[in-house]
């Protein structure tokens, strides 16, 4: 019979309640794995050198919360920086925040070059689909992976920079507290759930993860982390607007959903550290 391993991929704090989400799966792969996946990036943290990453992507990666706030200290990749810098403290990260409100897949392609390639970072991290999905539905969805699929050709043609895809958080599953009336008036709970809960937001998730296959690239499946979170709370109460920012806690999902990429290893000594 194989061995099955639950470890806890987050502890969240609601209402001043700490949560454990546990998650089933088998055991994360040998540290050898994210060489393979990240070879530069795994060449590089055995220098003296700092460490460049470039987050391109959406309102989520600029740090968006909500309407008229952003938090630029606990966006993903800021978390992902200290959680790096704990684990390498002899190591200099630096990240740039390639995130722009209301961005896709096509804006991202076309300012590729100037947002993320000219700086010659180590690790880039591509996060889009929330916008694709929303504006474009299943109709986009073609266009959408030919989009990420130019990207990574134009990435690799670059240069050594290694690259991690991150699935999307989820959106909104209903109407809730957390939306703003300016949000409401504009009918935006309906259009969230609606591509949440029809599978839109999955079938755009699931492309990310052919691509990740198909290209030998390293996916952080954020949008799976929330579907074993969404069978224990309530995921709007994870999201700061209420439509599909998630909050502080639903960006640290995300960094250790990077983390995990980057050392297989990270979640079963944070468990074993508790």
């Not at 100037?114 to 474009?136: K, M, Q, S, T």
């Amino acid at each position: 019979m194989q061995r099955v391993r639950f470890s806890p991929i987050l502890l969240i704090v609601l209402s001043g309640v700490i949560v454990t989400i546990p998650a089933a799966g088998e055991e994360p792969a040998a540290p050898a794995a994210a060489a393979v996946a990240l070879p530069h990036l795994s060449q590089k943290l055995q220098t003296p050198e700092g460490i460049l990453i470039v987050a391109l992507g959406d309102s989520v990666t600029k740090g968006s919360m909500e309407i008229g706030k952003c938090d630029f200290l606990s966006v993903y990749h800021n978390q992902l920086k200290r959680l790096l810098e704990e684990r390498h403290n002899t190591k200099v990260f630096n990240v740039i925040n390639a995130g722009i409100d209301g961005d896709d897949s096509v804006n991202g392609l076309r300012r590729l070059a100037r947002d993320v390639l000219r700086f010659e970072p180590d690790l880039i991290l591509i996060a889009f689909g929330l916008n694709d999905c929303a504006g474009r539905g299943l109709g986009g969805l073609d266009g959408f992976k030919a989009n990420i699929q130019a990207m990574i050709d134009a990435i690799r043609k670059s240069g050594p920079a290694d690259i991690i895809l991150l699935t999307p958080n989820f959106m909104a599953t209903s109407d809730n507290a957390n939306v703003c009336e300016e949000h409401r008036r504009l009918n935006y709970p309906a259009l969230m759930s609606r591509v949440q809960n029809e599978g839109v937001l999955s079938a755009y998730a699931e492309a990310l993860r052919e691509i990740g296959a198909s290209n030998k690239i390293p996916v952080a499946d954020v949008y799976a982390k929330w579907q074993t979170l969404s069978c224990a709370i309530d995921t709007n109460t994870m999201l700061s607007n209420g439509l599909n920012h998630p909050n502080k806690a639903g960006h640290l999902l995300t960094a250790q959903a990077i983390m995990q990429v980057i050392d297989p290893n990270f979640m079963i000594e944070r468990e074993r550290a508790q």
